[in-house]
Each structure stands twice: as structure tokens, then as C-alpha cells.
């Protein structure tokens, strides 16, 4: 690779632009250019601190060689400074790094995974993290995939981004759920050969877009899992977007799930007020609990005498998100005209906007 020093000027529309480079050592700035390619990025490069007007303080990320390090030492002190080396024997790295004013000290080959995921991160403008909300259900037909749904259709309803993810290879699609089987954009199968890395804003692009959310579901082929690495990377590009992500989970583990699992903030489990519904209930919670930290149990109706959310509550040992007293949509969704939750009205519509309300003010926020 032929290495070619170039002044570019920032970028438009108020999108983060690539990080900068400062080396003057061919080989260092080839491997540099190599990574920023690699994690879908476009560098600007330079020998020394750019003269142009916020040159140097604009970049998202600074990655200056170790041999540029006395040439940028006079540097305004920002953050998101790398300083780059490969002499994995030399102890005056460190003081170099102090002396520019380094958040981290590099040494490739062995830093290059996580210099891309960083250039990535800078690329795509990466912030909060999105709040991942999981729903499980405690036993069948308890109703968890049209809740499911219904929180994303909410946070969608309510301006929030917002994607769904099917976890479910065998819980038939739901995009059949949203009326959107026939929608052109990809299903589970296609990623199944992912590893690494995968873009968030293409992610997201290529999933189909139904009633203002993104919905990643299964297809009706012949392909019922994908690798659990596949899985960790897809979920990991969903959530690196922001907003709102909302899985439908199965109620069995394996691999894939427990990928899924790891990266949610909290999981609600459905439960029928029923005593053979809490029994079952209390298997698939005591599975989950190993993984999830914040589990919370919402009661449908209709209610038993002396059955209520909070007994149910109390008999799993878990926190109450809520009651979802019986309605049509929440047991039988396919009857329905529009998605769940989509006319913003009844019990179903009013526990979506409640529960939300309540978990992003926990979350501080999306």
C-alpha cells in the first residue's frame, strides 16, 4: 500500500469525521491506513500538527505515531489521543504518551482489533448505547411475542429509534406478526456468516422497515439458528445505533441466547395469572436469572381471585413491571387490524407507554 499525505478539509452535515493520523513512518501509516479501511473509515494525514484551524482539535480520534510524538508535544492537550507504537520492549512509550497527553498507549500487531472497533465507534458517531429490552414468556401462548411487538411499535410511536429483533428461529416470523412478511430487506439467515464487527447504520439499513421501526426477523427457510458469534455481532451493531431495541427471546438457552442475554439492560418475563403458568414461570426465570441482573415479571389477565401481579410477583421473587389485564391483542394478535400497540389505546398500548416512561427515566435517558 502506497501512502499518500493529504490535507482534507472537515466534513458536512455535522457528521463525525475520520480520525487523524500523524507519523511519518511509511510502514506505521500503511498498517494505519490498512485498519481505518478495514473499520469504514477516512483518515486525514499529516507529519505533524495540522496548521489549518481546528486540525487538531476536530478529529474524533488522534492517532499519532510513536515517531511524530516530539513534534505534536507542544499540542493543545485534547482527549481521544492514541499514541501508536511496535517496539513492545521500549519503556519510554509510556512517557511519550504522558508527555502528548495520551488517553492510550498502542503497540501493534497486537492492539489492531481494538484500534478498528475504536475507528469504528468514531465513524459512525457511536453514543449511548441503546436501552435493550428482552420479553420472554413464562410459558406458551403467554402472549410475550405481541408484547413484544408493542414496545417497539410504542417507542417508535413515541419518537424514539427503535428496532425489533426475533430471537425465535421457530416462533414463525414476526414480521408475519406486523403484516410485513412480504417487505423487501434482510432476515436472520443472511448474517449467519457474520464475525467481528458489523456497522450499525447498515445494519440497520438493510433490515425491513415496518410501522417506523426496524424489525429483524426470521425468514420461512430451512435455516433455524446462526452462530453464536453472528449473533454477538449483530445484536452488538443494533445496539451501538441508540434508542430502543426490543427482543423477542425463546423460552429455551442455548448459545445464541445467552449471547442475546449478555447484552440486555433488562428482560421482562410474561406471565398468565395462572398457578401452572407461575410454576413454569419459575423455571425459565431461574435459567435466565444466571445471566440476567434485572428481571422483572408482567401479569397477564384475566385474574384469578387473590392472583393479582403483585402475588405473582411475590411467588417468582421478582420486581412487578406491570399488569396487562386481558385484551384481544395481547391473545390474539392475528385477529387484530393493525399491529400491537399501534392505536396507542387500551391496556396493552398503556403498559407499553407506562413501562417506557419509567425505564428510560431509570436509564437516565436515551
Known amino acids: 500500500m502506497t501512502a499518500t499525505v493529504t490535507e482534507q478539509p ?3 452535515g455535522g457528521k463525525p469525521g475520520g480520525p487523524l493520523i500523524v507519523t511519518e513512518d511509511p510502514v506505521l501509516l500503511d498498517d494505519l491506513l490498512r485498519l481505518c479501511a478495514a473499520a469504514g473509515a477516512t483518515p486525514e494525514v499529516h507529519h505533524g500538527v495540522p496548521e489549518r484551524r481546528g486540525g487538531w482539535e476536530d478529529p474524533p480520534l488522534v492517532l499519532v505515531g510513536d515517531d511524530a510524538a516530539r513534534r505534536v508535544r507542544s499540542a493543545a492537550r485534547r482527549r481521544g489521543v492514541v499514541l501508536v507504537g511496535r517496539d513492545q520492549d ?112 447498515a445494519l440497520e439499513e438493510s433490515l425491513p422497515r415496518l410501522h417506523s421501526l426496524r424489525v429483524l426477523s426470521w425468514d420461512r427457510g430451512d435455516c433455524v439458528a446462526v452462530p453464536p458469534q453472528a449473533v454477538r455481532a449483530v445484536l452488538a451493531a443494533a445496539r451501538r445505533r441508540g434508542g430502543t431495541v426490543v427482543v423477542d427471546l425463546p423460552r429455551r438457552l442455548d448459545e445464541g441466547v445467552g449471547e442475546v442475554l449478555a447484552q440486555l439492560d433488562l428482560a421482562v418475563l410474561v406471565v398468565p395469572a395462572e398457578l401452572r403458568a407461575v410454576a413454569a414461570a419459575g423455571r425459565v426465570a431461574s435459567g435466565i436469572g444466571m445471566i440476567i441482573r434485572d428481571l422483572r415479571v408482567a401479569v397477564r389477565g384475566p385474574f384469578a381471585p387473590g392472583l393479582g401481579g403483585r402475588e405473582v410477583a411475590r411467588l417468582l421473587g421478582l420486581p412487578l413491571a406491570g399488569e396487562l389485564p386481558a385484551e384481544a391483542a395481547l391473545t390474539r394478535p ?33
Do not use: N
Open 10 to 12: 472537515p466534513p458536512a
Open 334 to 366: 392475528h385477529q387484530a387490524k393493525a399491529p400491537p400497540g399501534a392505536a396507542g389505546r387500551g391496556p396493552t398500548a398503556r403498559f407499553c407507554k407506562e413501562f417506557w416512561e419509567r425505564t428510560l427515566v431509570e436509564a437516565g435517558g436515551v
Open 90 to 201: 521500549d519503556p519510554g512509550v509510556w512517557q511519550r504518551a504522558i508527555e502528548i497527553g495520551a488517553d492510550h498507549v498502542l503497540l501493534l500487531p497486537d492492539g489492531e482489533q481494538w484500534l478498528i472497533d475504536r475507528i469504528a465507534d468514531v465513524a459512525e458517531g457511536v453514543g449511548r448505547p441503546a436501552l435493550t429490552v428482552g420479553v420472554i414468556g413464562g410459558r406458551g401462548g403467554a402472549g410475550a411475542s405481541t408484547l413484544a411487538c408493542a414496545l417497539a411499535v410504542t417507542a417508535a410511536r413515541e419518537g424514539l429509534r427503535s428496532l425489533l429483533v426475533d430471537a425465535d428461529p421457530l416462533g414463525g416470523g414476526l414480521d408475519v406478526l406486523l403484516g410485513g412478511e412480504t417487505a423487501e430487506g434482510l432476515r436472520w439467515p443472511a448474517f449467519a456468516a457474520s464475525r467481528g464487527r458489523l456497522g450499525g447504520g
